[in-house]
């Protein structure tokens, strides 16, 4: 075994505004050249772990901190956070959030100038490192205009300057599009493959990670390490179930498929699975679950004709797009960061308007109406809660929109009363909205859009930064409201979301629609996968490789039978 | 939108390829000069000059028109409220009368009070192109590592060029979160009686807040984990070293800021009186 470089010993951390301690009685070491993951449901104290290990917390979020955690043998509270920063280099997890600089050298010399290193050199340095991350052809260019994955690239060229050792990513995947996220983790693994570095990812997804071998996965619930071992074994176990984090999705197949998971079975990879003492059990379970009905036509509720938009004079973000919604559907706009998805939403809503082409509700033409008069057929839900909350106490957020609608008094407080309840807040409606989770907060901000009674609604990333737990929570409840005849629209880079929800999805790529059905057809579909920077799913691949002859219904029924005993869950 | 109207233009001139900081002392000195004398012979020789530099700069004028309009309403205002609080200043700076038609009262035109303003006018004038030069021609990265040149500590200097680089950010939070609240029903158009319309943008200011506080938060960790604040100096990826045309530019703007104050001063008044 080498080196340990990250040592904590009895670690335990409280933040000062708080009373209990997020972190306790940690007890972890990290070897040189190591890759370890650690996961852990929202509030776990996976990112205060991280936080510890880049010097933010005792430096920047000041706690009390009992035990020691050293880092090359050096006790990290003797030091300050600059000499840690000579140790680990952070990535974190908004690229755009993160840049200092406003051209792709400039922000990865950033911490070369203040190193007073000679602009000469420090020149020389960027272009060495530019060479390295692949972007030494775009030096001078505006960060504004890179891709997602290159902006990845440059933040982590922007740590990697500094000849760190160690390399922690909180949680790279987080804003990314699929096929994005995917060459990130590959990214991240050829760096710590080349220059032998020790890489620390922490994330909840965890299926998307293992798409490259990791040595270690460390899971995190409440405050402690409730498994510290190889993914192999992990899968085996039923530590992710007991801590809220979502298996692989093939993992979940062959488990109601009645497969012992094994670490012989190497489940870690769908490539490297053993499927051969599985392929009966999968195959009987498909055989024995039930078939999928198509889902009845209604009318349409909401269309768009031909509409085209740019946010400037000869630009065009939408291209003529034509489709139709029908009452009570659930449809995901799914696609590449930037193919105009949320400008699609953003139209619907009236917030831009279209420049040809024309939208219905119902059938009545709605495309020069206001905003306003919008509002009460369509709703949308952004994609930031702190973006919409204005109000300090939830039953005043809530009400706020028919108190500007000039709604009698008494109506508002039954139909306010009515939405929490509905929303599952309204033991919580004297509450001020700054005790509330990030999930609860998107509860309010749907149920203040639900309350003026729309008949759509649009949500733009409405499981972004949440947990499995908080996932399913927020899905579980838009379902119900769809139940109730709600139409939902959803924009969304979550593969998982789009097939387990939503029956149908639009397909967006340079803002046209290539592709418009439904949503196991479009994740099966490898040259769409491609086209719009989405993601096969691995029960699509688990299904060819156990050999089932109708691999799209294998999804379908795993999905229908997924939600069934997630129902069950208390 | 305004801020984008007064962000860098990208184009090769002289003017461009002088040093941010070069630009930063020049707009000093001349902004000086402008405001210390009246004399207007040396505002028009400033002047003259402030046009040439603005041509060479290549910069177009309908690139600063949005910028240039507003500043030029602004003089208007300014120009009438000195008439109306004090019509009578040209009369008692230059000490003659020539009344050229009454109005009512105190108030009549005299050629005394034109002149004066017309010098006032002029000042502006003077300062304008250098002002609009030095914010147009320097590029943003550069902008901070300029004011770090001149003195200014670098910590500040980041700090004006970190606000100033999230105007368009802060900018496109306030569209989201006003169409936001606008699909609530929160009105913030003329159709809204004035005092609902304060309160309605109160509304929106309190999100907005929230937000940039997080992209506060987000920036200065970045910023710390990436050793800001180590040492008490740093160097500049992105500064221009200062080359002969650099000190030409500064020896001879040095040259003319003393001139004008010499001309101005030597016969102990600040104006110009071609009355006497």
Redesign the interface.
């Known amino acids: 075994m080498s080196r340990p470089i990250i040592r904590f010993k009895d670690f335990t951390f409280k933040y000062r505004s708080q009373k209990e301690p997020t972190l306790k009685n940690i007890n972890l070491t990290i070897h040189e050249g190591e890759k370890v993951l650690i996961v852990g449901p929202s509030g776990s104290g996976k990112s205060t772990l991280a936080h510890c290990i880049n010097g933010l917390v005792p430096f920047a979020y000041e706690g009390d901190i009992t035990g020691s955690l050293t880092i090359n043998n050096e006790e990290t509270k003797e030091l300050d956070i600059f000499s840690i920063s000579k140790y680990v280099g952070t990535v974190l997890q908004d690229p755009d959030g993160q840049f200092i600089g406003l051209s792709v050298g400039e922000d990865i010399a950033f911490s070369l100038e203040n190193d007073c290193v000679e602009q000469q050199e420090m020149k020389e340095q960027v272009v060495d490192i530019s060479k390295l991350i692949d972007m030494e052809n775009k030096l001078h260019a505006s960060l504004h205009e890179l891709s997602g994955g290159q902006k990845q690239r440059v933040s982590l060229g922007g740590v990697m300057v500094d000849d760190v050792d160690i390399l922690l990513f909180d949680e790279p995947l987080a804003n990314l599009d699929p096929a994005t996220g995917k060459h990130a983790i590959e990214l991240i693994h050829d760096i710590q493959q080349q220059m032998n570095k020790t890489v620390i990812i922490i994330e909840h997804r965890l299926e998307d990670v293992l798409h490259c071998p990791v040595d270690r996965v460390i899971v995190i619930n409440d405050g402690e390490i409730v498994s510290d071992t190889t993914p192999d074994e992990l899968l085996s176990s039923t530590v992710l179930e007991s801590s809220n984090i979502r298996e692989p999705l093939y993992v979940k197949a062959l488990k109601y498929a009645g497969c012992q998971i094994t670490p012989e079975l190497r489940p870690s990879h769908i490539d490297t699975l053993k499927i051969d003492q599985c392929k009966e059990k999968v195959l009987a379970w498909y055989e024995s679950s039930e078939q999928q009905k198509p889902i009845k036509k209604t009318a349409p509720i909401l269309s768009m004709e031909n509409v085209s938009f740019g946010y400037r004079d000869g630009e065009s973000t939408i291209k003529n797009v034509s489709f139709s919604i029908d009452q009570g559907e659930i449809v995901s706009i799914v696609g590449k960061n930037g193919a105009g998805k949320s400008t699609l939403a953003k139209l619907i809503c009236g917030f831009e308007k279209v420049d040809t082409g024309k939208i219905y509700y119902h059938d009545q033409e709605i495309t020069n109406d206001t905003i306003h008069d919008r509002a009460e057929k369509i709703g949308i839900v952004m994609q930031n809660p702190n973006h919409m909350i204005s109000k300090h106490m939830i039953f005043d957020e809530v009400s706020l929109g028919l108190v500007t609608r000039g709604v009698p008094e008494a109506e508002i407080k039954q139909r306010v009363e009515d939405t929490l309840k509905i929303c599952g807040l309204y033991p919580f409606r004297n509450w001020p909205i700054s005790a509330l989770s990030f999930g609860q907060k998107k509860r309010v901000t749907i149920a203040s859009i639900l309350v003026l009674e729309p008949e759509v609604i649009i949500l733009d990333e409405p499981t972004a930064g949440q947990d499995f737990k908080h996932y399913t929570e927020i899905m579980e409840f838009l379902l119900e409201l769809n139940k109730r005849g709600i139409t939902i629209l959803m924009v969304t880079h979550d593969m998982h979301l789009m097939l387990e929800y939503t029956p149908r999805a639009i397909v967006i790529a340079d803002g046209q629609i290539i592709a418009d059905r439904s949503a196991v057809e479009v994740l099966t579909d490898h040259e769409l996968v491609e086209q719009a920077n989405l993601k096969e799913t691995s029960l699509f691949t688990l299904a060819l490789r156990a050999g089932i002859d109708e691999p799209i219904e294998f999804v379908n029924r795993f999905i229908a039978y997924d939600r069934e005993v997630r129902k069950i869950w208390p | 939108m305004a801020v984008e109207m007064l962000s860098y233009i990208e184009k090769n001139s002289p003017v461009h390829r002088l040093s941010g900081a070069t630009k930063l002392i020049v707009f000093l000195l001349w902004s000086s000069a402008a405001m210390l004398t009246y004399d207007t012979r040396v505002l028009l020789f400033l002047f003259v000059i402030s046009i040439t530099i603005f041509w060479l700069s290549k910069v177009a004028l309908r690139d600063v028109a949005f910028v240039l309009i507003f500043i030029l309403i602004f003089l208007l205002l300014n120009n009438i409220a000195i008439y109306l609080f004090s019509p009578q200043e040209g009369v008692s700076i230059y000490g003659t009368s020539h009344v050229l038609f009454e109005i009512a009262g105190r108030y009549n035109v005299t050629l005394e009070q034109l002149f004066y303003q017309f010098n006032i006018t002029l000042k502006y004038f003077v300062v304008i192109p250098a002002a609009l030069l030095f914010i147009v021609t320097t590029h943003?990265?550069e902008f901070a590592a300029s004011l770090n040149r001149i003195g200014v500590s670098y910590k500040i200097a980041y700090a004006v060029s970190?606000a100033l680089?999230y105007i368009p950010d802060i900018q496109r939070?306030f569209r989201?979160?006003s169409?936001?609240?606008?699909?609530?029903?929160?009105?913030l158009s003329r159709n809204e009686k004035f005092f609902t319309r304060i309160k309605n943008a109160i509304?929106?200011i309190?999100?907005l807040i929230?937000?940039s506080l997080?992209?506060i938060e987000?920036?200065?960790?970045?910023?710390?984990?990436?050793?800001?604040?180590?040492?008490k100096?740093?160097?500049?990826?992105?500064?221009k070293?200062f080359r002969r045309s650099d000190y030409i530019t500064i020896f001879v703007s040095v040259i003319i800021f003393i001139l004008s104050v010499i001309i101005t001063f030597y016969d102990g008044s600040r104006f110009y009186n071609p009355f006497l």
């Open positions: 943003p990265s970190l680089r939070d989201t979160i169409q936001a609240q606008q699909a609530r029903g929160i009105d509304s929106i309190l999100p929230l937000s997080d992209r987000v920036i200065s960790n970045a910023m710390e984990l990436r050793g800001f604040g180590k040492k100096k740093r160097t500049w990826y992105s500064a070293p």
